[in-house]
């Protein structure tokens, strides 16, 4: 069964400084979402993509956050500067628009910055 | 250090039993619910979806029970078992938006 791939799993990085997120959604999934979960806490929707821009983003998704798909088959996030309050499970997810509405979330990739 | 977070509102189910699983949503204007499942160490897994023009819905072991007036989900989950241990979200949203609003969790154990 096909399924949302990320890397790294964990991801450890000093204050200030900038990190990339990867994801490779489903392939033939159009949409693709990054969803942020701080320890103990409830899953917070970040940004969603769409035709290769962005469809929504939450007020979370400030400047210092972007998102690419470089290719056909890598979707990113980017935090500019990181703060110590971003440190959080960051989810990636995607949906085939032709199917249902069910997003599908990858395992995650667990950002601690110090 | 101690983490802060939210309290997760817990339930423990004898193995083989049912268990129901309640949530609250927010949104009034929302059409489309899901109740997701999240292991320990994992992303949130789809367990079952519901419109808004549907008051119930079956699936394997599971059934979703949506109440628009009191803005009310509710998951049941039928014969519990061992890998039933988790957290569940329910989650809503409406058709044309792409962003998925999750509940607080509760934290399902299965006491063998």
């Known amino acids: 069964e096909p399924e949302v791939t990320q890397t790294p799993s964990h991801q450890v990085t000093q204050m200030g400084q900038e990190v990339i997120l990867r994801c490779v959604p489903i392939?033939?999934?159009?949409?693709f979402y990054w969803y942020r979960q701080i320890l103990g806490q409830k899953v917070e929707f970040l940004v969603s993509?769409?035709?290769?821009?962005?469809?929504?983003k939450s007020e979370i998704f400030d400047d210092q956050f972007s998102v690419e798909r470089p290719d056909g088959s890598n979707f990113t996030l980017k935090i500019r500067s990181t703060k110590l309050e971003d440190s959080a499970m960051y989810f990636c997810?995607?949906?085939?628009?032709?199917?249902?509405?069910?997003?599908?979330f990858g395992p995650g990739t667990r950002l601690t910055v110090t | 250090g101690e983490s802060v977070g939210l309290h997760l509102p817990t339930l423990s189910v004898q193995e083989g039993d049912n268990s129901i699983i309640n949530c609250a949503y927010s949104?009034?204007?929302?059409?489309?619910f899901i109740w997701y499942k999240q292991e320990s160490g994992k992303g949130p897994q789809f367990i079952i979806d519901?419109?808004?023009?549907?008051d119930k819905r079956q699936g394997q072991r599971v059934t979703v029970l949506l109440n628009k007036t009191v803005k009310h989900l509710s998951l049941q989950i039928a014969a519990t078992q061992p890998g039933d241990s988790a957290v569940y979200f329910c989650?809503?949203?409406?058709?044309?938006?792409?962003?998925?609003?999750f509940g607080t969790g509760t934290r399902l154990t299965i006491i063998p």
């Open positions: 949104n009034s204007a929302s059409d489309y």
């Open positions: 993509f769409y035709n290769n821009e962005i469809s929504e």
């Open positions: 989650a809503e949203t409406n058709f044309g938006n792409e962003k998925l609003t």
């Open positions: 519901i419109r808004s023009n549907m």
């Open positions: 997810a995607s949906r085939n628009p032709d199917s249902s509405y069910e997003q599908y």
């Open positions: 392939s033939n999934h159009l949409y």
